[in-house]
């Protein structure tokens, strides 16, 4: 019974082995299955099971294995796709950023919509064309409309009837001065029953005729606030806070902008400490298997204690750990740029950058005077408070009573067709042809004058939008002394990280130098394994506070610039923003 056991084992775990080779290559699971098979018919001879199959009936299982093993394993070669790879250099990660990131997009689409308020802001100051036609019946007993005494009785069945069409065209424009200018067409034709009064005593049929009439007038009218809503000021005021508007949308998209770059850079140097602090673990690491392989050798040799073994198996040990650790760093950088970057998942990203460690020239009030003077939220800030400002100034003029002159002038004219007259001239056609005789027109001038006698509202309004003004105006005052502060710390660390990379440079030489008058002394038996090791750490972490120096001062730089709000500038990139 253990004798079958153990040969079903066996072939269980040769099918197991033959499907499990999914992802090694084709030579690889032909070598790995034949190993297992060959096991398998070597000690088929120990059970039960191996004697009962036929020798065919076991070839072809193998052969079935051995197909379906090279079958997967070429599927899943075939079906994998390699990660894509990118080297950026940072000038090229900002270019991408630029072109890929959905959110600059989106923050671009306030710019559009800011415009858009621009127009319609001006929109107030349009050609409005406005037209009115209405037609209207009237039917009404004569008793009603004539004095019945004049019809000699009171008991009449007589009744007079009235139709009228009218219809008016004008043409309204308001002008930045207030002035609303309209010129307007006005037209009516009215047919209206009209009784013979001495025909209709003497009971004649034709006692009631049709009196047909027209009126036309073209005028012009023009009316001037002198008080409230005058003037180009006040006027103006709507189209130039949209405009405001739109320059604090630009800021603001530059102002994210310059937070993306910033971020972006960042996380670009921390790719870059994350590359190369992996390859310093990869060197501690092959220093670390080469003193184990020494180590080896000494004690085969007679030369140290089989003890000694031990210090450097665990110095190898932790070196993998630490050289595991920086390979997760280094994805998750990584993932953190691909993001930026709208790249594909599972990207492998390359920098090319250089850690150089150049001195920064730029002057201190230098960089103070161009942050106040450019720096996308203080330009922010007082498009703010200026549109305060005109808020308060239009705030004001609604305080003031209403004041307009009114002033127009019109051609008038007037056509009449009365049934007896047998007049065949249209009335309209009349009233036209009259419109424009000097002797027909009409000239008014009058003043319009409308005084709120509760004005709170207004009051209180145009004293909110002056606390308003007063507000923004203190927080241009905060703004640039926190900006001032924060520069000037900025540029303090630039200079403290600077000072680091030189003693951290330092600090390496001694290391090297030291580790190699260690070797030297153990070389003669005047130093232990543990110092090499210990020595040899300390080089890796001399190498890393190299390293980190050099990003810490990019990234202060980075962070120095990204507070003076000229990263674009620095870059050549300001333009594509």
């Known amino acids: 019974m253990k004798t079958q056991q153990l040969q079903n084992d066996r072939f269980i775990a040769c099918n197991l082995s033959a499907e499990g080779t999914v992802a090694r290559s084709n030579k690889e699971t032909e070598a790995h299955v034949d190993s297992l098979c060959l096991q398998n018919k070597d000690s088929r001879t120990q059970g ?29 070669f075939a079906g994998s796709k390699p990660e894509p790879t990118y080297k950026l250099s940072l000038q090229q990660a900002l270019a991408m950023l630029l072109q890929r990131n959905p959110a600059l997009a989106r923050e671009k689409l306030t710019i559009k919509q800011a415009q858009a308020d621009i127009v319609r802001a001006k929109g107030a100051f349009g050609l409005d064309l406005n037209s009115d036609l209405r037609l209207s019946r009237s039917l009404l007993p004569a008793d009603l409309q004539l004095n019945s005494s004049s019809l000699g009785t009171t008991n009449t069945n007589l009744t007079l009837g009235r139709l009228q069409v009218n219809g008016n065209l004008s043409l309204v424009k308001k002008l930045p001065t207030g002035t609303k200018v309209s010129l307007s067409l006005d037209n009516s034709w009215t047919q ?22 027209a009126s036309t007038s073209l005028s012009l009218e023009l009316t001037q606030p002198l008080l409230r809503g005058a003037w180009l000021p006040t006027n103006t005021a709507p189209i130039k806070q949209a405009e405001e508007k739109a320059k604090m949308a630009q800021y603001q998209l530059k102002a994210f902008v310059l937070q993306k770059i910033s971020e972006t850079t960042r996380v670009y140097w921390d790719l870059v400490y994350a590359k190369r602090n992996q390859s310093i673990k990869q060197n501690a690491l092959k220093l670390a298997q080469q003193q184990l392989a020494n180590t080896l050798q000494l004690i085969k040799a007679g030369k140290v204690a089989a003890l000694e073994k031990y210090q450097v198996q665990q110095a190898v040990a932790k070196r993998k750990e630490e050289l ?29 950058e250089a ?31 200026q549109i305060a400002k005109l808020a308060a100034l239009v705030s004001k003029n ?5 004041l307009d002159v009114v002033a127009g002038f019109s051609f008038v004219g007037f056509g009449r067709d009365e049934g007896q007259s047998g007049n065949a001239a249209s009335p309209l056609g009349t009233a036209y042809a009259s419109m424009f005789d000097p002797k027909s027109h009409n000239f008014y001038v009058g003043v319009k ?48 990280t600077h000072k680091r990379i030189k003693l951290a440079q330092s600090s390496l030489v001694w290391a090297q130098k030291k580790l190699e008058a260690e070797r030297s002394k153990f070389k003669v038996g005047r ?14 972490d001399a190498q890393r506070s190299v390293l980190r120096a050099k990003i810490d001062y990019r990234k202060a730089v980075v962070a120095l610039y990204e507070q003076v709000g000229s990263l674009p500038q620095r870059f050549g990139i300001a333009k594509r923003i």
Do not use: C
């Open 48 to 76: 039960a099971l191996g004697e009962s199959l036929p020798g065919l009936l076991r070839k072809v299982l193998w052969v079935s294995v051995m197909f379906v093993s090279l079958t997967l394993s070429s599927l899943a």
């Open 192 to 213: 209206q029953d009209r009784l013979d009064l001495q025909a209709f005593l003497q009971k004649n049929s034709n006692a009631v005729f049709n009196n047909n009439s």
């Open 324 to 352: 595991l650790t920086a390979e997760q760093d280094v994805q998750a950088k990584e993932n953190q740029l691909a993001i930026l970057l709208f790249l594909p998942k599972q990207s492998t990203l390359t920098p090319t």
């Open 355 to 385: 850690t150089t460690d150049n001195g920064m020239e730029d002057n201190l009030d230098d960089l103070l005077k161009w942050a106040k003077k450019n720096h996308p939220s203080v330009k922010s800030a007082f498009s703010e408070s």
């Open 398 to 402: 609604g305080t003031l009573p209403q």
């Open 449 to 496: 004058l409308t005084v709120a006698l509760d004005n709170r509202e207004a009051v209180s309004k145009h004293q909110r939008n002056k606390y308003e003004v007063e507000r923004a105006i203190l927080r241009i005052k905060e703004l640039l002394r926190k900006l001032d502060l924060e520069i000037q710390q900025r540029y303090r660390n630039v200079e403290q």
């Open 527 to 540: 130093s232990t394994l543990f110092q090499i090791l210990q020595f040899q750490q300390d080089l890796a």
